[in-house]
């Protein structure tokens, strides 16, 4: 879907002028063919799909952190349900059918018959029952760990029957098997040590080659269960940390779909008949989140200082080009139903410096700030929000690292961090990212109210009911949650115009299933 872009009403920077602050960020600066030059890659082969993505952590559902992985996984895995289409309608998938009691605690869900994974065995209820408790564990350092902390049981009432049961009611419980972790994984497959290397699932490509961290070549499953898909015969996935190698490589013709499209080449891409834009509204966030469990950020004034610097429409602005909306550090976009609209937050440096001196720190604070380097707009936030800082006296270094090492080093381990959230649901994402001793709290942030008020809006059905628990929820996050959440903005993506069926979605479950390369 190509859509048009307005030219924002306040001057924007380059991401080639923000790189010229502060910042420790490696730069790839080889050429296009010598990123491209992978062994025996077709450079235009009839019928394959050319993919570029950032490089990939882990491959394995209930493991999956980073973009790259997650669009890796749309290919090979399946999900019970999906969101179909450029609208994004629910449909079920792997589940031909479900069902609810009137209390919304007992849900049974009918697997599909027929479908197979990749690996030759057949799909059944027992691999939907492992999946879901393989999912919910905790060790593995799975974020469903807390979202599926609320099922008390889920068995096999036969080969394609499941029954869960809840310890409360869920009116949106089916909604919580659209994240990118949820995928179905077979039992008799040892993910542990295969996982990652060799994946078998029940998607429309198998894998029939992966080098880590440089290619995968993917072939048609010849026996997918939904009938005329995929279109391609076969897909081949470069993994490229610099998004201007990236853009290089797609206006050079070697790739044919780009997943993360850099802000600051909408007005060169725009009007290109050889390219198309592809953009959806989303509630993706960049979020600065700081330790709590940690000085400073353990001293509530502190966390309020560093909100205060920041003047949110500016950011969205020229970070992310105007294209989203303004948040106010809450994580709930206002695109869901039971937002509760909140009083915008404005800028006031005298009042935090005030703060900072409250806290025992008159001469200001110094902070490292360890962010995505190849996630627009991830380190464009970041570096503007160095400069509004440094007003109130906190002087911010930016340790900007790609997606791959982030995640293996950093995430969940150093005091400030930055990346890239996209969500279906803000109730799961909260439930990973704030609540007490979540999988993905990287704030350490524990607030028992908070807490309460996510079980009950999650359990809440009336949307008025529900609005008013969230509006408390946002309210506490905003005032002395772990994270500064500037905006939200616009999931998007770019592909040549030969390319039709790509389908951009807002939660990294992107379907390939349809794309095809015409010409």
Known sequence: MTRNFRTPATPRLSRRAFLGGTVAVPFVAAGVAG????????????????????????LVPGQLRAGGSANVAS???????????????????????????????????????????????????????????RHGRKEIGSPLAN???????????????????????????????????????????????LGDSNPSGTGAFKVDEYVPSQYMRLSKNPDYFVEGLPKSDRIEIRFVSDVQTQMLSLEAGQADIVRSLPFDFFERYKDREDLT????????????????????????????????????QKMLEQAAFGLGVVANDDYVWSGFPWHSPQETKQRNVEEARRLLAEAGHPNGISVEIVCESNRPPVLETVL??????????????????????????????APVTCESWGHRDALDLLAVSVKTGAAWNAGRYSNARVDELL??????????????????LQQILSEEGPAIVPFFHDSLAVSRAAVD??????NWINDYRYAVRTA
């Not at 589940?95 to 799909?123: M, N, P």
């Not at 809840?166 to 949106?172: A, H, K, M, V």
């Not at 966030?285 to 610097?309: G, N, S, Y």
């Not at 109130?392 to 340790?399: E, R, S």
């Open 455 to 472: 079980d009950l809006t999650s359990a809440e059905g009336d949307l008025e009911k529900r609005r008013a628990l969230a509006g408390e």
């Open 35 to 58: 990123v491209l030059s992978a062994p025996a890659l077709a450079q235009d082969a009839a019928g394959t799909l050319r993919v570029l993505l950032a490089p990939e952590a882990r």
């Open 147 to 193: 979202i599926f902390a609320h099922i008390e049981s889920v068995t096999a009432a036969d080969d394609h029957t499941v029954e869960v049961a809840l310890s409360r009611p869920d009116p949106d419980f089916l909604l919580k098997f659209l994240d990118k972790n949820a995928a179905i994984i077979a039992h008799d497959y040892d993910y542990d040590n």
């Open 501 to 506: 069926g790509f389908v951009l979605t807002e």
């Open 384 to 413: 503007m929000y160095q400069q509004m800082a440094k007003e109130a006296g906190i002087d911010v270094k930016v340790n900007a690292v790609t997606t791959d090492i982030y995640y293996a080093r950093y995430f969940m381990n």
């Open 75 to 133: 290919m090979i895995y399946d999900w019970l349900f999906r969101l179909e289409g450029n609208e994004q309608t629910f449909v079920h998938s792997l589940a031909e059918s479900s069902s609810h009691s009137d209390d919304y605690k007992s849900w049974t869900i009918v697997v599909r018959k027929g479908v197979s994974f990749h690996h030759g065995t057949e799909l059944t209820a027992k691999d939907v029952v492992f999946s879901i408790e």
């Open 277 to 312: 834009i592809h953009q959806v509204k989303s509630a993706y966030l960049t979020p600065i989140t700081m330790r709590c469990d940690q000085p400073p950020f353990d001293d509530v004034r502190v966390r309020k200082a560093m909100k205060l610097v920041v003047d949110r």
